[in-house]
């Protein structure tokens, strides 16, 4: 039946057309942006996905410019690292000049003249290895210096941040003190001269925490008694150097057990104390027979590197100096003492040196990895979210000649009605 006021043919003629234009225009807008998924409302699920994946490729780009600035510092300190092992091997060629019986004091004197040099040269070498302001050799940069490696996400979506720790050194020439203030004892959990009343009646306690055990502080306690305590009324000195790995419980037990021994040599009942296996923790405990007889306790705290503790101190080596008792074998001279401690610090700049160079590999992997991992995640949003320029041109080549087709079709439905025409002719 053809009806002159319901065109059938022309509805379904321009319901194709208006179909075949938005997938045209689709198309269109695919061959022009260069994308599939361009809006939420193309593919919500996709385009969210992609998104997420795009924030971590930036975040990616930013990690790579950080491990870039990092590789760089790391780089700088085994640089110095290896000068200084340099500048110390040739101090040792010096000490070992020095230690033959026949050579005499004008020529150690030359000697301890180039010790000294190499000395500030190191010193000069270890102050300007900087990078960005960060030096790691100096022991201004706590250590570890966290370098940021990676985004981490897990399957529900939490983002965590991981880091490469870059263990640090201190190579400086020179003891720096800490200070025997009770602010800055007070960080190191200790205090200053605290005076512990004696008394058959009462004890008192005083306790130090080496909280900030590291490897070269040093860490020194003075006791001193009162006239009628038999500790006696002088000053005594009992000083640990922490070792690498240490903790503040292996600081506080050896001094424990400095001070213990000396307390059973010299028959002193008055004073006790004792180490908290867990936290170092010393606690002094003084029994006087008078009230008034005080003992009192003090402490500094030294750090300085290569030259941290005792004759293993740079500026403490003296080729030119005498034994203490030339009549006493065990007793050596500057020369020897030097031979002595100069290993220590050859090996301690090596160490860094090695660690640094560990860590320099370890960050240019984890760059390298990183950059490989942003162009994967790029090619995987390029995959969900670009288009398909060969499949798009065919496509709009068949969408441009349905179009064609479909409005000669509409217009041939339009013509139908008119043919009724002829019926009334």
């Known amino acids: ?40 409302s193309d593919n919500a699920a996709v ?19 950080g491990l870039a600035v990092g590789k760089s510092t790391v780089a700088v300190a085994r640089d110095a690292s290896e000068t200084v092992t340099d500048l ?22 030359k000697i301890q003249a180039d010790i000294t040099a190499l000395t500030k040269q190191i010193g000069s070498v270890v102050s300007a290895a900087q990078f960005n302001g960060r030096n790691l050799v100096d022991g201004s940069t706590n250590s570890p210096m966290n370098v940021l490696s990676s985004l981490d ?5 939490n983002v965590k941040a991981a880091n490469i720790g870059v263990n640090t050194a201190d190579l400086t020439t020179t003891q720096q003190a800490m200070g025997t203030d009770a602010a800055t004892l007070a960080s190191y959990g200790a205090v200053a001269g605290t005076p512990i009343a004696g008394g058959a009646a009462a004890t008192g306690t005083v306790s130090f925490v080496a909280d900030s055990a590291a490897e070269g502080v040093s860490y020194k306690l003075t006791l001193q008694g009162g006239a009628a305590n038999d500790f006696g009324t002088t000053a005594v000195d009992f000083e640990y150097v922490a070792a690498k790995g240490e903790t503040e419980a292996d600081v506080g037990k050896a001094l ?7 307390l059973t040599e010299n028959n002193v009942t008055d004073v006790a104390v004792a180490a908290n296996a867990t936290t170092g923790e010393l606690t002094f405990t003084n029994t006087g ?19 941290a503790g005792g004759l293993a101190a740079l500026g403490e080596i003296d080729v030119t100096a005498a034994a203490a008792d030339p009549l006493d074998p065990t007793s050596k001279t500057g020369a020897e003492k030097a031979m002595a401690a100069i290993e220590g610090l050859i090996q301690k700049s090596i160490d860094a040196a090695s660690s640094f160079g560990t860590s320099e590999n370890q960050i240019e992997t984890q760059a390298n990895f990183v950059s490989k991992l942003s162009d994967t995640l790029t090619a995987g949003i390029g995959s969900m979210v670009d288009a398909d320029m060969e499949e798009a041109s065919a496509r709009l080549k068949a969408l441009q000649t349905q179009q064609q087709l479909g409005i000669q079709s509409l217009s041939i439905a339009n013509q139908a009605p008119g043919a009724i025409m002829s019926l009334f002719r």
């Open 1 to 40: 039946m053809t009806s002159i006021l319901t065109n059938n043919g022309a509805m379904v003629a321009l319901q194709t057309l208006k179909s075949i234009n938005n997938d045209l225009g689709t198309v269109q807008e695919q061959i022009s942006t260069g994308k599939k998924v361009g809006t939420a």
């Open 47 to 65: 385009w969210a996905i992609s998104k997420t994946m795009e924030a971590d490729v930036t975040g990616f780009k930013k990690i790579s410019e």
């Open 88 to 109: 110390l091997t040739q101090m040792k060629d010096k000490i070992v000049q020095a230690q033959g019986e026949g050579v005499d004091i004008s020529s150690k004197e």
């Open 153 to 157: 996400r897990d399957i529900d979506g």
């Open 256 to 262: 424990q057990e400095k001070i213990s021994a000396y």
């Open 289 to 307: 027979a008078a009230a008034a007889d005080n003992l009192t306790v003090a402490l500094a705290v030294t750090t300085g590197g290569t030259a």
